[in-house]
């Protein structure tokens, strides 16, 4: 049987948005564990996330200065200040306060905290009246239900703990140890940690509303990226310089997996993911780049369970489900109300998936 012409490029079009977002978080797993690795050896988040801007500005910069040369729009002051904030909420605010986060708790605990970002997503976009809510109506019921049940989630996950969830690859490493170790942390940092990965995805949500925006605006996404990633550089310069006053050691980095969190993140979690996200939402909106998000949960579980001795609580793994089970009604409420709107709604109207 002969195939139509044109159908596997059909077919790859097709499968883009799907594509892009399996890159994310298969690219957000791995960031997490490397740097993660590199914070137990010591790295200072502040300037970790001023390297790692610098390094996507790099990466980046050339590239959006060849291809985008006759497409980049004037820059203009509204411009500009969508830019300025976006570059404060996500390279400079969520980063450092996602990584001081992680540093407290461990790299499983931090991705999954990540999926409540299409709750934080959902009521701010009700906030600032950009979600329509009628309570009345079943997929803002679902909506509603869903942001509910993911905050509840995410109080199990910082406040239970619960016995240690015995994996085959982990036995015979001095679970006694591992779980009075576990204990100590989470009594002295674990709350602390979790709050400051809850702010860094409020910053984070922020972001990708913002950037859904400012898109409309300056639809030149390697420029776009290449900007936010120089004005965070620069910003997270001067936090880095008031905060941590007189410690000049910190700008140095010698080992190994400093350097390489560094590059990988830059190029990779800050740079590529900017780009590939806002392609993404351009034809599906915020909530379905979030969507998959319990993909890299599981890939850090699973990996971080051996390769970085990281244990799993019931009580973490419970919250982790909860979290999960509220993603999917808030995303099940979007795609009924995409189905309802999607015939009588412009392609620009869309763009924040809303």
Not at 217 to 234: D, F, H, R, V
Not at 238 to 260: A, D, F, P, Q, Y
């Amino acid at each position: 049987m002969e195939m139509p012409k044109g159908w596997f490029w059909s077919v790859c079009k097709r499968g883009r948005p799907y594509i892009g977002v399996l890159f994310l978080q298969l690219g957000y797993a791995i960031n997490n564990l490397i740097v993660k690795s590199a914070l137990n050896e010591g790295l200072n988040p502040y300037t970790f996330s001023v390297y790692r801007n610098i390094a996507a500005a790099v990466a980046f910069g050339p590239f959006a200065l060849y291809f985008e040369r006759k497409i980049r729009s004037q820059m203009t002051f509204s411009v500009f200040w969508k830019i300025s904030l976006l570059a404060l909420i996500e390279p400079v605010l969520d980063q450092i306060l996602y990584y001081t986060g992680m540093k407290y708790t461990t790299a499983t605990f931090a991705i999954a905290m990540c999926n409540v970002l299409p709750a934080l997503t959902f009521v701010m976009a009700w906030i600032f009246r950009l979600e329509k809510v009628n309570v009345k109506k079943l997929h803002s019921q679902g909506k509603i239900l869903g942001t509910l049940i993911t905050v509840g989630g995410a109080m199990v996950m910082t406040l239970v703990n619960g016995p240690l969830v015995p994996l085959p690859w982990t036995k015979g490493t001095g679970v006694h140890q591992v779980v009075a170790s576990t204990a100590l942390v989470s009594q002295d940092q674990h709350i602390k940690g979790a709050i400051m990965i809850t702010a860094g995805c409020f910053c984070w949500a922020s972001f990708y509303i913002l950037q859904a925006m400012t898109l409309k605006e300056y639809p030149a996404q390697l420029s776009l990226t290449t900007l936010i990633c120089m004005m965070g550089a620069l910003q997270g310069t001067v936090v880095t310089l008031l905060i941590e006053n007189g410690k000049s050691g910190i700008w140095s980095m010698h080992k190994r997996t400093e350097i390489i969190a560094t590059l990988y993140s830059g190029i990779i979690r800050s740079g590529a993911s900017y780009y590939v996200s806002g392609l993404v939402m351009k034809e599906k909106g915020p909530f379905f780049v979030t969507a998959f998000n319990p993909l890299g949960m599981v890939i850090v579980a699973i990996v971080s369970s051996f390769a970085l001795a990281e244990r799993l609580l019931l009580g973490r793994v419970v919250g982790a489900f909860i979290i999960v089970l509220g993603l999917y009604l808030i995303i099940w409420g979007e795609m009924q109300l995409l189905d309802i709107c999607s015939t009588s709604l412009p392609h620009d109207t869309r763009i924040l998936g809303l």
